[in-house]
């Protein structure tokens, strides 16, 4: 009761103080019967500062398509939204632009070494490894020269944890040196069919000679999807590494990513991902996601808090508007005609195919467009893994949704010598 007492007491004086002061200043008098204060700034709203970055209002590239769904507004400076099965580009915002990709450059570290290396095998921490990295705020497990590590573990801190200097141990461990695995990501980029992706190392720090784009991105993310070995570790949410032979107590490794099950941005249907952030790169964000049928990548860069609503609003647009369907004809073999004389000179006339196909097609449309809506046209393409493919394009309103690969058969099997 007495301090509520002092209070009101404390209160009075100090109202009537500040009034003496008030009407003791030159013109107060004058100023309080106007309304204004004389000597003081007119006081008037102040702006509200906009809330969005300045690539906010610009709209998506696919836009431009003829009945395709308006894309959302997104805070990133580029981004682009692929159906992983049909290679199917749903949305494209700035897509070509080179930008510093970041930690999600981990996607091709980890997916070279989930194709080259022994997932289970170990690895020993170099120096080299161990200590390459002077960035005081660097991704870490804090690894030691001399530590040992089981490959999963390995990978695991580097897709969860984003550790750098195992990024280095890797690639060491992979080509023998960081300079020749560096070389070995601008080689398998080049055979995703990248053109503006250079990589000067495998974590993703700053770098002027580092670089990609959303659309590569996306090439490399999808890619890697279809990696058995490196899906395990894009989609583990939580792992634990337990002492080593440097280090006495268990590492607990939780998934960046902020939009799997049980965090904070959790969204239903999210798979895995990479986060990635540097003050050069701003966010950057690959996201994996599945509803029904679809499967969909979404890759967002140089964008703000984590892009994480970005990368909503596209999944959101994608799963909302967009449908795929298969494409029956497309399962039809590729057959030649031949002369009655040829059967001579062929081992079976009656073989007639020249290509054939593994799978129905599908393609991605937007809901309501049937494939009878579809154009298509056929090319012979190169095949690194054997003879060339013929490769069917379906086309919407000018817009790629989909292709089909016909193999080929064994030539010198049919003929006779």
């Known amino acids: 009761m007495k301090r509520c007492h002092r209070n009101f007491i404390k209160k009075i004086l100090c109202g009537f103080t500040a009034a003496v002061m008030l009407f003791s200043l030159p013109g107060a008098a004058a100023a309080a019967e106007d309304g204004y204060y004389q000597d003081a700034p007119i006081v008037t709203a102040t702006p509200t500062p906009n809330p969005h970055t300045q690539y906010y209002e610009q709209a998506p590239d696919t836009d431009s398509i003829k009945e395709w769904p308006a894309g959302p507004k997104i805070e ?18 700035n897509a070509d632009k080179v930008q510093y990709p970041a930690s999600i450059t981990k996607i091709m570290t980890s997916l070279l070494a989930s194709e080259y290396l022994d997932m289970n ?9 161990a200590y390459g990295i002077s960035v005081s705020d660097s991704s870490s497990i804090y690894a030691d020269t001399g530590e040992e590590f089981t ?3 390995a990978m695991m801190a580097v897709m969860l944890q984003s550790a750098n200097e195992m990024t280095l141990a890797l690639a060491e461990n992979t080509s023998g040196s960081v300079k020749k695995f560096v070389e070995l990501m601008n080689l398998k980029a080049r ?10 190392n ?26 058995p070995t490196f899906r395990r570790y894009a989609t583990k949410s939580y792992y634990e590494i337990p002492p080593t ?28 991902g990479k986060t990635g952030y540097t003050e050069a790169a701003g966010n950057t964000l690959v996201t994996y996601a599945r509803r029904g049928n679809l499967y969909l ?3 967002v860069m140089q964008s703000v808090n984590g892009a994480y609503s970005d990368t909503a609003a596209l999944l959101d647009y994608g799963f909302n508007n967009f449908t795929r369907s298969a494409v029956p004809s497309g399962t039809e073999d590729i057959s030649a005609s031949y002369l009655p ?3 001579y000179i062929r081992r079976d006339y009656q073989d007639s195919v020249l290509f054939y196909s593994l799978r129905t097609p599908s393609v991605t449309l937007p809901n309501g467009i049937g494939v009878d809506r579809l154009s298509s046209s056929r090319a012979v393409k190169k095949n690194p893994a054997g003879l060339p493919l013929l490769e069917t394009t379906y086309v919407f309103n000018g817009h790629q949704v989909g292709t089909a690969r016909h193999y080929q058969k064994t030539l010198f099997s049919e003929l006779l010598f």
């Open 202 to 227: 495998p974590h993703g720090l700053p770098d002027e000679l580092h670089y990609t784009t959303a659309g590569d991105m996306a090439k490399i993310a999808r890619a890697a999807w279809f990696n």
């Open 341 to 343: 004389a040829e059967k």
């Open 76 to 93: 990133g400076e580029s981004a682009i939204l692929v159906d992983m099965t049909t290679g199917a580009v749903l949305y494209s915002k």
């Open 245 to 272: 032979n440097k280090f006495g107590e268990t590492r607990y490794l939780l998934n960046h990513h902020k939009m799997m099950e049980g965090q904070t941005y959790a969204y239903e249907g999210v798979l895995g």
């Open 151 to 153: 490959m999963e573990q």
């Open 297 to 299: 990548v979404a890759v």
């Open 121 to 129: 095998g170990k690895l020993v921490m170099s120096e080299s490894a």
């Open 191 to 200: 055979q995703l069919g990248c053109t503006n992706t250079h990589f000067n």
